[in-house]
């Protein structure tokens, strides 16, 4: 079963489909980043711990500096890239990076991504049509006491 | 996008493969951010960082300069990862020492310029009001863009050689004036008295705004700030927030006035800094214990001015043995201050007067495993914000704060 569609501006790169992983954190390769392994390093990161590589990061915004612009070239070439980057709002090094490394981008899309993608949805971007699309939507992680993690109502 | 005849004869690949891709690399940026055509530019300033680029970065140039890659207008380098004087003495690895060499071999037959600075604004080239220019390493840009009055967006490393070898960049983001406009307003009560403190407010400012396309309008200061002030406030803004561009009432050229900063629109949003917002800064990063590892001065490199300061409460003193100290520069500020006898007196001391490097590009992950490391005091909110991800506490204080503890080998309580 579908889910929604998200539109925004076209962005950068290959139609792909992949799982969403979501952080409510923004993110810089070099800030959060252990670039020899893919996964995030910094503590107390939304998604510290969790791998990059294969997946579609999902994230409000780029922070810092011109990292990424090297970064994510040297992250595709060892395979440990994401496949897309989803933002809310991106900047210049972001987009500059992608378009080097030959990965996917997008950003301003409506609904807010943050907000309407969950970690585990499975989803498609395509960059030049401005749309991200759910294919299949995770289930909630659900905590021992029967909440759910993402502290949405359940059901 | 509208291309001139020039550029679509570049795009063509009749100016050389390396213009070719350079230029289509930069158009695909361009259509992202609806860039309506290409601006020329008068110079380009990279980053081309080992550390970051790795392997296949390091390759990437290697072919450029083997194809005969030529650049265009001035380009000139930022800060590298290597002062190949202390690579030995700080345990730096072989291999990446090496690769550097290389990596200044690629860039110097490119026609680049081997500067090795990330206060070029400061030492090499001043850009004039509404000059474009194609700058990466953030500190720089928005500086240009807020002090100077120049244009430049975030041009990351690849960015930057590509205007660099096609002499444009895609006309968007802060090349343009509806951009350049203020959005949030700043009012400054603090007392901002340390280079640290102006660090401070862009890490609060940086933090809140976190928006590339933001534009913090500060109002308030009570004297006016000097050139290294507003060094460590840009460098900061632009690590916490991402931010390329800022204004100051009565104090860079496009804000004369508060209605002048906003072009006559209303703020968005609102903030006031004062001592209690400055010091909430410095309480976000507490000392994990009393002994302090390490002390850097860096990010960005010092001044004549900064190094001098430095000198001052160093002389005659001695650094303890279990603390390191760390001091950053250019070549032209480590030759002057070694002239004017500041370099002598921190390094009779016992202190490091690196040149060309920023600490925090220099495997810093390495050299702390190596020294076991596990803390770094700084005046720099900008390595504080970074360097936790190489997996060290941080700790920010102000600079007086910082070299006593250099001395006493601990941070008094």
């Known amino acids: 079963m579908s889910g929604p569609v998200l539109r925004g501006p076209a962005g950068f790169g290959p139609v792909v489909e992949g799982e969403a992983l979501v952080s409510a954190d923004a993110f810089s390769p070099r800030y959060d980043l252990d670039r020899d392994t893919g996964v995030i ?17 999902v994230t409000p915004a780029a922070k810092g500096g011109v990292a990424a612009g090297w970064a994510l070239y040297d992250m595709q070439a060892r395979g440990i890239a994401p496949k897309a980057f989803v933002f809310r709002t991106t900047n210049p090094v972001f987009v500059q990076g992608c378009v080097l490394a030959g990965i996917g981008i997008m950003d301003r899309l409506e609904p807010d991504p943050v907000a309407t993608l969950r970690t585990g949805d499975w989803i498609r971007v395509d960059p030049e049509a401005g749309t991200v699309t759910v294919l299949r939507r995770a289930r909630a992680p659900v905590t021992p006491n029967g909440r759910r993690a993402d502290g949405r109502q359940s059901g | 996008m509208q291309l001139t005849a020039r550029e679509e004869r570049m795009l063509s690949g009749a100016e050389g493969e390396a213009v070719r891709w350079a230029l289509e690399m930069q158009v695909a940026v361009g259509k992202v951010f609806g860039a309506r055509n290409m601006v020329p530019v008068t110079s380009a300033h990279m980053m081309g960082d080992m550390e970051v680029m790795g392997d296949p970065g390091h390759a990437l140039l290697e072919r450029l300069a083997e194809g005969g890659a030529r650049t265009r207008v001035p380009t000139t380098t930022n800060a590298r990862c290597v002062d190949f004087a202390a690579a030995e003495r700080l345990l730096q690895p072989a291999a990446m020492v090496a690769k550097e060499a290389e990596l200044i071999g690629f860039l110097r037959r490119m026609g680049v310029m081997i500067t090795d600075t990330c206060i070029n604004y400061q030492t090499l080239y ?53 951009q350049r406009r203020g959005t949030a307003l700043v009012e400054v009560t603090a007392t901002l008295a340390d280079l640290a403190d102006w660090g401070a407010l862009g890490a609060a400012v940086g933090r809140w705004l976190n928006d590339y396309w933001q534009v913090p309008v500060f109002d308030g200061p009570r004297r006016t700030p000097t050139a290294d002030e507003l060094k460590h406030l840009g460098a900061s803004l632009a690590s916490y927030g991402s931010l390329a561009m800022f204004h100051m009432v009565g104090v860079t050229p496009e804000a ?9 629109a209303a703020p968005r949003t609102r903030l006031t800094i004062d001592d209690a917002a400055i010091e909430a800064v410095y309480a976000s990063y507490p000392p994990d214990r009393e002994e302090i590892d390490l002390v850097v001065l860096t990010g960005p490199q010092l001044s004549v001015f900064e190094l001098r300061a430095v000198a001052e409460r160093l002389a005659g003193r001695k650094v303890h043995g279990n603390t390191q100290l760390i001091v950053t520069t250019n070549a032209q500020n480590r030759e002057a201050a070694a002239r004017l006898g500041y370099v002598g007196a921190i390094e009779d001391a016992g202190g490091l007067v690196l040149s060309g490097v920023c600490f925090y590009l220099m495997a810093p992950g390495e050299m702390r495993r190596r020294f076991g490391w596990r803390n770094v005091l700084t005046n720099s909110a900008k390595l504080a914000n970074i360097i936790g991800g190489y997996r060290y506490h941080p700790i920010l204080r102000r600079t007086p704060v910082c070299i006593e503890a250099a001395v006493a080998g601990r941070l008094a309580a």
């Open chain 2, 126 to 178: 001043q850009p004039h009001m509404g000059e474009h220019v194609a700058w990466g390493d953030t500190g720089t840009v928005i500086y240009a863009n807020s002090v100077l009055g120049a244009r430049s967006n975030f041009e990351s490393g690849p960015a930057a050689l590509a205007a660099g070898l096609t002499g444009v960049t895609p006309n968007y983001g802060f090349h343009l004036d509806e």
């Open chain 1, 41 to 57: 390093s910094r503590k107390g990161h939304a998604i510290e711990g969790e791998s990059l590589a294969g997946r579609i990061l």
């Open chain 2, 256 to 264: 004369r006035t508060l209605a002048d900063a906003f072009g006559g």
